[in-house]
């Protein structure tokens, strides 16, 4: 079930995973005193609640559990999620009880809609963030998403544990030129129906793809970093639908189904069941190849102006019962240990939120030895990063697209 986070009117009490819920949570911990924070830290689980469709970040975050489990003694469960409004509903229904102790999510992955509803009513624990010792690492000056989720200050809110960009993939044993643009794209399509498509919104991936081609048709880009509600967003909308209008009948199955996510878009690459698809990492494509996912003739590209970036957070509710397990687990997630094994395409492939100048010389040279995969973009192939639209355009444009296009799944 999908949950749309608008404001105050959330419906609360929606069912999610079950998990324990401890009578009394700990003390919010000192972040100033970092060892009072390990100290309290030890012994407590973290029930992280995160997205849970790609065996990949599962395995990461498997292993991420594993070493703060043997350095500090935090026991990690994952939760995990098909929807990451799910587990702010959670926390929404808890706070409407009453329940502002010992609360059942401890750490969530998020970013825009859902951090934006969640600092909107009150939901997350801090500043807390900027405060652990591996922040220190983190590249503000040159990846300022970092502090700004989807436009939202992130005020220590949040926790940056990696980069995203929108990148396209193909077969070069199937194709010898892309679509270099949306309007390309459906002109491409005209030729070659059928052989694309993207997943159904409110997946995070079919949603992005809405925003991307947005981006690319509104008159001026700018109006999308302000609320939809204070502009006529009718009027700047109307170039999504009609591009949709074309689009639609041109798609994979005449846009009468869709994949679930991402992973099944890879599996339709593999099937050859469509021609281009795309990530939010070059990274994963490179891992996919890695793992015989797709064969190793795949390549990454970027449409011709940009595509959209954005960053990846934890944060941590208001009532969460192991705060200081979470913060401990989310700063070494920032760790160039952690960051260094995530970027590598052999286990996720995701770009890392780390400034190079700023770690020690031995992991400068680990980042820099690092074989990013023979699909992997360098950062001089990825072309602008388009700014994420403020998240009132993501939830207006998932309500409106359902209403239009929606299936059953």
Known sequence: ????????????????????????????????????????????????????????????????????????????????????????????????????????????????????????????????????????????????????????????????????????????????????????LLEWLVKHPGRFTYPQPPNYMGSTFLKQILTELVEDPKVLQQPANQVDAEKVLAPLWGYLEDLQPLLWRNGQAYPQNGASLRTMMADNEIDIAFSFSSGEVSSAIEAMELPDTVRSYVFDNGTLGNTNFVAIPYNASAKAGAVVLADFLMSPEAQLRKQDPQYWGADTVLAMDKLPADMQKAFADLDLGIASLSPSERGKVLPEPHPSWMELVETEWQKRYGVAQ
Do not use: C
């Open 1 to 184: 079930m999908r949950v749309f986070l608008a404001g105050l009117s959330i419906v609360a009490g929606l069912a999610t995973a079950a998990v324990a819920i401890p009578a009394k949570a700990d003390p919010a911990p000192d972040i100033g005193n970092w060892q009072s924070v390990l100290d309290q830290a030890r012994g407590q689980t973290v029930y992280w609640h995160a997205w849970g469709g790609e065996p990949r970040i599962n395995d990461y975050i498997a292993w991420a559990g594993e070493q703060v489990q043997e350095r500090y003694g935090i026991n990690v469960v994952q939760v995990k999620l098909s929807d990451t409004a799910d587990a702010v509903a959670k926390v929404l229904s808890e706070k409407t009880a009453g329940v502002d102790d010992g609360g059942a999510v401890d750490m969530i992955w998020l970013n825009g809609e859902n951090f934006a509803a969640m600092k909107r009513n009150d939901l997350l624990f801090g500043p807390w963030a900027e405060q652990t010792p591996n922040f220190a690492y983190v590249d503000v000056e040159g990846k300022p998403t970092v502090i700004n989720d989807f436009t939202i200050p992130t005020m220590g809110l949040e926790a940056p544990w990696g980069m995203a960009q929108v990148s396209f993939y193909y077969d070069t044993a199937r194709l010898d030129s892309v679509p270099g643009s949306a309007q390309e």
